[in-house]
Structure formats: structure tokens, C-alpha cells
């Protein structure tokens, strides 16, 4: 492996102080929840499992994914925070909202990337246990995050282009 | 809801095209495999359940996501196909491999949808019977795909912006 190669497993910081104040904002905004986020750690060990995720794509300048996953009760609470009521897990609106919070935090952390990126619109896998995973030569950090609904995790696998 | 709105939940034909030819392209090349495709239907049930999914996220001109999903055995043995031997399920060869097929699918069809796209990384979700949705207003379509390795499916859900 070149050192050009070894130096793309290490993502920058400057790509991650963005997302860390999104997730509080957004959660602080649309949920009135406080956000403890502990250190982040590489996923060097392999995928992690999840039952709820929302995946936002990255072009442009910066490219990647970050992933917001999350346990089945840490999802319901959010969501019931975020829409002002209790919503059926296995509705669309369900996925809608867990789309739309995914989307909320990577459109806050995008002015804050240095450069033009583009961003597409939300995926979100149901399914419990699922692990999501992406090519090995993107660096990936893990945020833990740390709520009075629950934990989830933020996966940023982004790199400038 | 706008009658502007009610447009939107048709796809596209010229956006369909491209997809049709280009699985057939990659299976051809990649797994030595004829692919037959069948019908393309609405996903207006909901979601279907999957095993393994490749997701691709498109930005710019034409904005949306392309998911490829496979139950388990038949991502398997497209898999073996393509890198010419079995591979465990669990590794990340597998995925990489499941990421490059649906990356080689989303990137070969790219050219033909009349505007500039920027796709994205692939995500590949692995766990039986997740699922995958996209925001309620990109309209999706689903393309049934049978292989000798058996089917599989390819969800568009990408739109011109």
C-alpha cells in the first residue's frame, strides 16, 4: 500500500467538527433533546449492527456517506419527539421522518466542508441487526451520540475529492 | 395534493432505459450471466424485504437513489461469479464486491440519463429482511431481474431535479 493510500484511512478533522455541531443542533431543534457526543473512534473492526439507519450520500468535492443509525427504541422515541406523537415504526412516515432528521444534520454540516458538495436525498433501512458498510478505501469515523431517548451513532465516511 | 405533485410520482421512461441495459451489460460482463427483466411495477406497496443491497446515491441533474437487492443465496452466487470464487457473506470483500456490481450498474447507466449526474460511493446493507425506503415524493420503480443465480431486483428512484 502507497503512503498516499495509508494517508486516505485517516479521516480529517476539519470534515467532522461540522458534523458534531449538527447533531446537537438538529437534535436540540427538532427533538428539544441535549446531545452528549463521546469521542469518535475508527470502524477499523468492521461493520456495526443496527435495526434503523438513515444514509446520506455525498458528491461534489467531498465524497462519502454518513449513516445515522440507530436501536429500534432510540428511533421511536426520536421520532416521537420530532413529530409531536407516537408513529408506527413500519409506516412510511416512520421512515419520512428518520430520512428527514438524516438529512436535517448533513445539510447543516455541509457549508461547514470547505467546498462544493453535493448531497442526495435520504435512504433508510429497517430491519434489525442490518450492518451498513462502504468501500474499504473511505476512511469511516464513528460519533457516539448520547441522548435521553437513547444512543445512536453518526458513521461519517467522507473524504475531500 | 398539486396536480404537479401527481406528475411527479410517475417516473420517467428515458430514466428507466438506461438501467434495463445497462444490468444486462454488467451481468453479461462481470458474472458471464444472461439477465432477463421482467415487467418494471410501481413500489407503491411499501417496501419489500431484502437479504443484501447495494445503494446508490444520485445528485445534480437527476437526483434520486438506484438500489440493487438480492436475497442472500443469490447475491452469493453472483458474487462467486464475479470475483471467481466463493466469498464469505461476512467479509468485506463480500460487500465490496456487492458495492462495485451496484456501482458498475448505476455507473454504466449514468451517461444515458440526459443531464449531468454525479453518483455517488455505494452502501451496501447486509441483514435479512431489511428494508429500504426513500422520501414519499421520489417516485420508484422496480425492476425484476432472473439470472440463472436466481432474482433480484432493481429499485429506481431517481428523478431529473
Same mark, same amino acid.
Given at each position: 500500500? !502507497? =503512503?498516499?493510500?495509508? /494517508? /486516505?484511512?485517516?479521516?480529517?478533522?476539519?470534515?467532522?467538527?461540522?458534523?458534531?455541531? !449538527?447533531?446537537? @443542533?438538529? *437534535?436540540? $431543534?427538532? #427533538?428539544?433533546?441535549? $446531545?452528549?457526543?463521546?469521542?469518535?473512534?475508527? /470502524?477499523? /473492526?468492521?461493520? !456495526?449492527?443496527?435495526?434503523?439507519?438513515?444514509? &446520506?450520500?455525498?458528491?461534489?468535492?467531498?465524497?462519502? $456517506?454518513?449513516?445515522?443509525?440507530?436501536? *429500534?427504541?432510540? #428511533?421511536?422515541?426520536?421520532?416521537?419527539?420530532?413529530?409531536? %406523537?407516537?408513529? %408506527?415504526?413500519?409506516?412510511?412516515?416512520?421512515?419520512? #421522518?428518520?430520512?428527514?432528521?438524516?438529512?436535517?444534520?448533513?445539510?447543516?454540516? @455541509?457549508?461547514? *466542508?470547505?467546498? %462544493?458538495?453535493?448531497? +442526495? =436525498?435520504?435512504?433508510? &433501512?429497517?430491519?434489525?441487526?442490518? $450492518? =451498513?458498510?462502504?468501500?474499504?478505501?473511505?476512511?469511516? *469515523?464513528?460519533?457516539?451520540?448520547? +441522548?435521553?431517548?437513547?444512543?445512536?451513532? =453518526?458513521? &461519517?465516511? &467522507?473524504?475531500? #475529492?
Amino acid at each position: 500500500m !502507497s =503512503v498516499h493510500q495509508e /494517508k /486516505k484511512k485517516e479521516i480529517e478533522p476539519a470534515l467532522i467538527v461540522p458534523f458534531v455541531q !449538527s447533531v446537537r @443542533k438538529v *437534535l436540540a $431543534t427538532m #427533538a428539544q433533546m441535549e $446531545t452528549t457526543i463521546g469521542r469518535p473512534y475508527g /470502524k477499523q /473492526k468492521g461493520p !456495526s449492527e443496527h435495526d434503523c439507519s438513515g444514509i &446520506i450520500g455525498f458528491s461534489g468535492k467531498v465524497i462519502g $456517506t454518513v449513516v445515522v443509525s440507530f436501536p *429500534l427504541a432510540t #428511533a421511536s422515541k426520536l421520532v416521537a419527539a420530532f413529530a409531536g %406523537d407516537e408513529v %408506527d415504526p413500519q409506516s412510511s412516515d416512520f421512515a419520512d #421522518a428518520i430520512g428527514e432528521l438524516t438529512n436535517m444534520i448533513a445539510g447543516a454540516a @455541509k457549508p461547514q *466542508l470547505g467546498g %462544493d458538495a453535493n448531497i +442526495t =436525498v435520504p435512504s433508510v &433501512i429497517m430491519g434489525r441487526g442490518h $450492518t =451498513v458498510s462502504r468501500p474499504s478505501d473511505i476512511p469511516c *469515523l464513528v460519533l457516539p451520540c448520547s +441522548t435521553v431517548a437513547g444512543e445512536f451513532i =453518526v458513521e &461519517i465516511a &467522507i473524504r475531500t #475529492a
